[in-house]
C-alpha cells in the first residue's frame, strides 16, 4: 500500500472499497486528489431558519421531516416527484423530474432531511426545484450537522455524507504529509497562512472568516504559480537572440543594408535554444533592392514612407501602438506581442507598418489568417497599399492551381515576394521563406499552438511574432493565458466613423424590419442577413442559410439581387460571391458566420442578426463589426424572442453599447473564462478554486509577488523556491496548450 499523500483512496475511513470506485468517477484516486476536492459552497447549519420563513427567491436551506410524496406523468413521458417536507412552522414541496430513484429512498426513510435550493411560488406551499438533498440518519453526529458544511460537486453515485467522510478522514489522517511549497518568507510577506492549516479550513471551516482566509491562501498560491511561469517564459525571451531590426536607422532613412542586424548562423536555424553566433546576413541575391531603386529609397524616412502607403492618417492610438512595436522590433531578443483592437480600429493598417519595417531591413514578413476569405480580403488590401512603395504580397490559400502554387512558392523561396499572406498553406510542407523576419498571426484565437510555432520555425532563428485579435479580451484573461506577451491596444475609432446604432427586435416585427432594410437599399445601401448557428453540423448551417435565401430573394426582397455565402460552397463560387457583393452587383448577402471576420465592404451599412439569441456575446459584436466601415450611419438589427435571463443580458447588453471591451467583460462575467478562451487556449484559465472575476485584485497581487521573486531568483535555484519551482512545472505544462512559442 502506498504511503502519504498517495495512498489509495479506499483506505479512508468511512470510504473503503464500496465507495472507492465512485470517487474514482470524480477523480479522486488518492488521498491528495482529496484534500485538493474543494467545496463547491458551504451551508451555514448553525442558524437554519424554519420553513415558513422560506420566500420565493431566496436560496436557503430547509430542515424537516417528509410528511407524503405525490408522483405524476407529465407530457413527453416525464416523471414529476413532489416530496412534502414539514417542520414545525410550515410546510415545502421539494420537485424534482425522472428521477424514481429519489422516491425509492425517501420512501424507506423516516429520519429528517436537509435540502437547499432556491424557493419559488406553488400552488399550496412554496416549491424548491431540484434540490441538493441528503437524509440525516441516526449514526449522524449532532456536532457534525450544526457548523459550516461543505458542500462538493458530485456525480450520481456519490452522497455528500461519504464525500464529507473521506474529506474528514484525509484532514485528519494525513494532514501532516502535506509539505508547503511557498517559503515562510514569501507567506510572511504576502501575509497568507501555512497550506496545512487552510486545507483543514476549507474542508472543515471553524467560522467564515478562517474559511474566506484559506481560500484566499489556495486562490493566491494557484494564480501565483501561473505568474511565476509566465514571468520566467517572459525572462526566457528576454535572453534569447532575436532579430535587431535598425528601425532607428529607417526613421533617419539611412542606408537600409548597411544597418542589418545580426542573423543566427545557417546550422544553428531551427534549434531550440537559438543562441547563435552571429555574422553578417548574405547581400548577394539579386532579389534584393536593385541599385537604382536603393538610392531611391535609401533617402526616405520610414514614416514618409508610411504616409506615402496609407491613404489616411494614423489616429493617436494607432501611432502610439505602431512605436510599441517598431521598439520590440529594435531590441535584440524576438518580439511577442498581442495587439488588440474592437473591429474597425484599424489593426491592418498597424501590422502593414511592422511588416514596412521589416522589409526596409532587408527581411520577409508573413500573415496568416484562420480563413481564405480573411486572407483574400488581407491580400487585396495590403496589395492596394504596398503596390505605392513597389513591395509585391504573395497570397497563399489553399484553392490556388497547381501553376500557381508553385509560382508562389517559388518567389517566397528566393524573396521576390517580400510579404505572403495565407492560410494555414503558409506552414505546410515545401513552403520555404528567405529571409522571414516577422511573423504576423491574425485573430490568433482561431489557430492551435502547433500551427503558430510551425510559421515561426520557417523564420530566420527566431523571427518577431505580432498577434492581433479583434475579439477583445478581459484583462483578467490577458494577465492568464496570455499574460507572456506584451500588450498593444488600439482604443480609439478612426474619424469620422459613425456608432452604429443597434435595435433589438421580436421574431413578430420582422416584416417592418424587412421594409425599413428595403428602404435603405434602394437608397443604395447593402445589406447582410446572418443565419445562427443551428447545428454543429456545417451541413445544417448550409441548409438554414439556403432556407433564408430563399425566402429573401423570392419573397421579402424580390426584385432585388441578393447573395448566398456559407461555408459548405466552394471557394471559388464564394470568391464570386463575395467579389459581386464588393461591387455592388449583389445589394443583400445572406451568410452564415463565415463572414464573421475579414469582410470589409464599406457601403453594407445595415446588419441583420436572425434568431439572435442563438448567438454569444462576442460573435454578435464580431458580426455587427461588418458594418460601420463608410461614413454612412450603419445600423445592426438583433431578431430575437428570448426565453432566458442570460439571452436578454445579451441582447440589452449589445442595444446599450458598441464598446467591445465592456461587451468582453460582459461576456466573461455570463459564460465564463473557459468558454471564452474555448478548448485551445484550457489550461491557463483553468481553475481549481480561483475565480477570474472574484478574485481578479488577487491576480494582480499574485502577479506582483511573481515578478518580484523572478527579479531575485530568475532560474528558482535557491533551495527554498525548490517546491515553487516544481509547481511551476506542473502549470506550464498545461500552459503549453496556449503558449506562442
Request: proline share 6%; aromatic share 6%.
Amino acid at each position: 500500500m502506498a504511503q502519504g499523500l498517495d495512498t489509495e483512496v479506499q483506505f479512508l475511513k468511512g470510504v473503503g472499497p464500496r465507495f472507492a470506485p465512485g470517487l474514482a468517477k470524480l477523480g479522486l484516486q488518492t488521498v491528495q486528489d482529496v484534500l485538493w476536492a474543494i467545496p463547491r459552497r458551504y451551508e451555514d447549519r448553525r442558524n437554519i431558519p424554519p420553513i415558513a420563513f422560506a420566500r420565493p427567491g431566496d436560496w436557503v436551506t430547509i430542515i424537516g421531516t417528509v410528511s407524503h410524496m405525490e408522483s405524476r406523468p407529465l407530457r413527453g413521458g416525464m416523471l414529476l416527484l413532489k416530496a412534502y417536507v414539514r417542520d414545525s412552522s410550515g410546510m415545502i414541496a421539494l420537485t424534482w423530474f425522472n428521477q424514481p430513484w429519489i422516491q425509492r429512498t425517501l420512501e424507506k426513510y423516516e429520519g429528517q432531511v436537509v435540502a437547499y435550493g432556491q424557493v419559488k411560488d406553488g400552488n399550496r406551499y412554496p416549491e424548491m426545484a431540484s434540490p441538493e438533498w441528503e437524509t440525516l440518519g441516526e449514526g449522524d453526529d449532532p456536532e457534525d450537522f450544526a457548523k459550516i458544511v461543505p458542500v462538493y460537486p458530485l456525480k450520481e453515485g456519490v452522497t455528500q455524507k461519504t464525500m464529507r467522510k473521506a474529506a474528514r478522514s484525509a484532514v485528519r489522517d494525513f494532514i501532516d504529509f502535506v509539505e508547503d511549497p511557498l517559503p515562510q518568507s514569501l507567506r510572511e510577506r504576502e501575509k497568507i497562512r501555512g497550506l496545512r492549516w487552510c486545507l483543514k479550513q476549507i474542508h472543515e471551516p471553524d467560522t467564515e472568516v478562517d474559511r474566506l482566509e484559506a481560500r484566499r491562501r489556495l486562490v493566491f498560491e494557484e494564480f501565483f504559480y501561473l505568474q511565476v511561469g509566465l514571468a520566467m517564459r517572459r525572462a526566457e525571451v528576454m535572453e534569447s537572440l532575436g532579430i535587431a531590426f535598425p528601425v532607428d536607422d529607417l526613421l533617419a532613412g539611412r542606408t537600409i543594408f548597411d544597418a542589418l542586424p545580426a542573423v543566427p548562423t545557417p546550422p544553428e536555424l531551427g534549434t531550440k535554444k537559438r543562441r547563435a553566433s552571429v555574422v553578417k546576413p548574405d547581400l548577394a541575391p539579386t532579389h534584393l533592392f536593385e541599385e537604382g531603386e536603393r538610392s531611391r529609397r535609401d533617402g526616405e524616412p520610414l514614416l514618409a514612407q508610411v504616409e506615402r502607403m496609407l491613404p489616411f492618417t494614423l489616429t493617436g492610438a494607432q501611432q502610439r501602438v505602431v512605436h510599441e512595436i517598431w521598439d520590440d522590433m529594435k531590441a535584440p531578443h524576438p518580439m511577442n506581442r498581442l495587439l488588440q483592437g474592437d473591429v474597425g480600429s484599424g489593426k491592418t493598417a498597424v501590422a502593414a507598418c511592422a511588416m514596412l519595417a521589416a522589409v526596409r531591413s532587408g527581411y520577409q514578413a508573413a500573415l496568416m489568417a484562420p480563413t481564405e476569405i480573411l486572407a483574400e480580403q488581407h491580400a487585396v488590401n495590403l496589395r492596394q497599399l504596398f503596390s505605392k512603395l513597389d513591395i509585391e504580397v504573395e497570397l497563399m490559400v489553399g484553392k490556388l492551381t497547381m501553376v500557381q502554387k508553385r509560382r508562389a512558392l517559388e518567389r517566397v523561396r528566393l524573396g521576390q515576394a517580400w510579404i505572403a499572406v495565407g492560410t494555414h498553406a503558409l506552414i505546410q510542407e515545401g513552403v520555404e521563406f528567405r529571409r522571414l523576419g516577422l511573423a504576423v498571426i491574425d485573430e490568433q484565437h482561431r489557430f492551435g499552438v502547433l500551427q503558430r510555432a510551425a510559421l515561426r520555425e520557417k523564420g530566420m532563428g527566431q523571427p518577431d511574432v505580432l498577434v492581433m485579435t479583434a475579439t477583445p479580451i478581459p484583462r483578467t484573461l490577458t494577465m492568464t493565458v496570455y499574460g507572456d506577451l506584451s500588450s498593444s491596444i488600439i482604443d480609439e475609432l478612426p474619424p469620422g466613423r459613425k456608432p452604429i446604432k443597434t435595435h433589438w427586435k421580436s421574431a413578430a416585427e420582422r416584416k417592418p424590419v424587412y421594409a425599413s432594410v428595403r428602404k435603405l437599399v434602394e437608397e443604395g445601401r447593402q445589406a447582410y442577413f446572418v443565419c445562427p448557428m443551428v447545428s454543429e453540423s456545417e451541413k445544417m448551417l448550409a441548409q438554414a442559410a439556403e432556407d433564408l435565401y430563399q425566402h429573401l430573394s423570392e419573397e421579402a426582397f424580390s426584385g432585388i439581387p441578393v447573395g448566398l455565402l456559407h461555408g459548405q460552397m466552394k471557394s471559388a463560387e464564394k470568391e464570386l460571391v463575395m467579389n459581386q457583393f464588393r461591387t455592388g452587383d449583389l445589394r443583400i448577402l445572406v451568410a452564415t458566420t463565415v463572414i464573421e471576420v475579414g469582410v470589409d465592404v464599406p457601403n453594407a451599412s445595415v446588419m441583420v442578426i436572425e434568431d439572435a439569441n442563438r448567438f454569444g456575446l462576442a460573435q454578435l459584436h464580431q458580426l455587427r463589426g461588418r458594418v460601420g466601415r463608410g461614413d454612412q450611419q450603419s445600423f445592426c438589427i438583433l431578431i430575437a424572442d428570448v426565453k432566458s435571463d442570460e439571452a436578454r443580458t445579451r441582447m440589452e447588453v449589445m442595444v446599450r453599447t458598441t464598446d467591445g471591451f465592456e461587451i468582453s467583460e460582459e461576456d466573461l462575467k455570463l459564460r465564463g473564462p473557459g468558454m471564452i478562451t474555448g478548448t485551445q487556449q484550457s489550461g491557463a484559465a483553468d481553475f481549481r478554486i480561483a475565480d477570474l472575476l472574484q478574485d481578479s485584485r488577487l491576480l494582480e497581487v499574485a502577479r506582483q509577488a511573481a515578478i518580484r521573486l523572478i527579479a531575485d531568483d530568475p532560474s528558482l535555484s535557491q533551495p527554498e523556491h525548490q517546491g515553487i519551482l516544481e509547481k511551476v512545472g506542473e502549470k506550464r505544462g498545461q500552459m503549453a496548450m496556449v503558449s506562442i512559442s
